[in-house]
Every structure is written in structure tokens, then in C-alpha cells.
T-cell receptor, first 118, second 118 residues
Framework: NAGVTQTPKFRVLKTGQSMTLLCAQD?????MYWYRQDPGMGLRLIHY???????AKGEVPDGYNVSRLKKQNFLLGLESAAPSQTSVYFC?????????????????FGPGTRLTVL | KQEVTQIPAALSVPEGENLVLNCSFT??????LQWFRQDPGKGLTSLLL?????REQTSGRLNASLDKSSGRSTLYIAASQPGDSATYLC?????????????????FGSGTQLTVLP
């Protein structure tokens, strides 16, 4: 049981380049999330998904796109990278809470991807 | 908008000392509050989750308390050990009375970096 995995672990991009970050979970969780962590700012939600084929915007979605074609995978794309997107990116997953309206259970995090945009 | 603050940003204590980490939030309409641990270069691991109706949760040497009306939570670590050295983050989930969507997702504090000296 690997939990939540992220690839790649590190990446350096030049301004304007594109890339995709892959998140995979083997816990059959319905909900998945992408966060970015910047120094002194905690984690901020970029996009999230409540199920296969559905995505929604979080707090800081601009410049990113996501897709959830399979339940176990959640992809984060940067179409034209900018230096402001230099950050550590974390993926997380959780199961649907018993309320059915929101995930109220704890989130399980991947190890992160450190991205530098020059 | 919910704001979560953790002070101090860094804390250094000798081994064996009992310590308290603080978390404050501006909007008391929360569903639950979680404490996470983050080790360098790794993702977050959930430590304790307190529902809004609860006053405290305990796990081993850890005890988390919640005073929703005053917007405060504390994480108490008893008999600290060098292995406790990590960054500790708190996160709040808004009440289910909020509309669905990103407004109901977790808001994180920026964390307290704890160093326990041998």
C-alpha cells in the first residue's frame, strides 16, 4: 500500500515551458487535492476533485489546469510556467465524509514536488 | 475569509521539556480542526482531528485542545524528544453551513518549526 505518490520529485523549468505533475493514490479515495506551499504562507488549495471526471477551483487556481480521468490519478498541469509558480506542490486524498456533502475525514498527503521556474 | 495564525514561527526546546504550540483562527464557524506534522522534504501527516463539538483529543504524548468561541487551539507535547523535531501545522475546516465548494476546504496555518535539542 503506497498511499499517495507524486512524480516527479524535483523539476526545473524555464519561463514559458509546460509540464504535468502526476498524483496517484491506491486507497480508493473519492476526493483528491492539489496544494502549493510557499515559505511563510502555509498550504494553499489550487484545485480539487470530488470524484472521477469532476474538478473544481480552489483558492489559487490561476495558471493551473487539472484532470481526473481515473479515480486513482489527479494531474496538475502548468501550460506556461512563470517564476511565481516556483513552489513545493503537494497532492492529497481523502474519502468522502459520512455527510455526503463534504469530505470531513483527514487528508493523506504525498511527499511533494519541488518546482523551480527560472 | 478564514485566517489561521501560528505563533511562534519557530521554537527550540531542550529534550524532556513539555511544550505547547498555538493556533488561532478568525472565524469560529468551523466543522473541525486538525494538527499535522511535516518532516523536511516530506508531506504532511495527520496527528489529531478535533470536531467542533469536542474540547480535546489525545494520542500518546500529544494532546490537542479546542476553544471554538475564542478561536484557539493548542497542541501539547509531553516529554519532548529529538524525534519530535518537525514543523507542526494546524488547519481548520469551515462549518457545513457554508456553501459547497472551495469555501468548505481546509485553511492552513503557516506552521511552527519545532527543534528539540538532545
Amino acid at each position: 500500500n503506497a498511499g499517495v505518490t507524486q512524480t516527479p520529485k524535483f523539476r526545473v523549468l524555464k519561463t514559458g515551458q509546460s509540464m504535468t505533475l502526476l498524483c496517484a493514490q491506491d486507497m480508493n479515495h473519492e476526493y483528491m487535492y492539489w496544494y502549493r506551499q510557499d515559505p511563510g504562507m502555509g498550504l494553499r488549495l489550487i484545485h480539487y476533485s470530488v470524484g472521477e471526471g469532476t474538478t473544481a477551483k480552489g483558492e489559487v487556481p490561476d495558471g493551473y489546469n487539472v484532470s481526473r480521468l481515473k479515480k486513482q490519478n489527479f494531474l496538475l498541469g502548468l501550460e506556461s510556467a512563470a517564476p511565481s509558480q516556483t513552489s513545493v506542490y503537494f497532492c492529497a486524498s481523502s474519502r468522502r465524509g459520512t455527510s455526503g456533502r463534504a469530505s470531513t475525514d483527514t487528508q493523506y498527503f504525498g511527499p511533494g514536488t519541488r518546482l523551480t521556474v527560472l | 475569509k478564514q485566517e489561521v495564525t501560528q505563533i511562534p514561527a519557530a521554537l527550540s526546546v531542550p529534550e524532556g521539556e513539555n511544550l505547547v504550540l498555538n493556533c488561532s483562527f478568525t472565524d469560529s464557524a468551523i466543522y473541525n480542526l486538525q494538527w499535522f506534522r511535516q518532516d523536511p522534504g516530506k508531506g504532511l501527516t495527520s496527528l489529531l482531528l478535533i470536531q467542533s463539538s469536542q474540547r480535546e483529543q489525545t494520542s500518546g504524548r500529544l494532546n490537542a485542545s479546542l476553544d471554538k468561541s475564542s478561536g484557539r487551539s493548542t497542541l501539547y507535547i509531553a516529554a519532548s524528544q529529538p524525534g519530535d523535531s518537525a514543523t507542526y501545522l494546524c488547519a481548520v475546516r469551515p462549518s457545513l453551513s457554508f456553501p459547497s465548494g472551495s469555501a468548505r476546504q481546509l485553511t492552513f496555518g503557516s506552521g511552527t518549526q519545532l527543534t528539540v535539542l538532545p
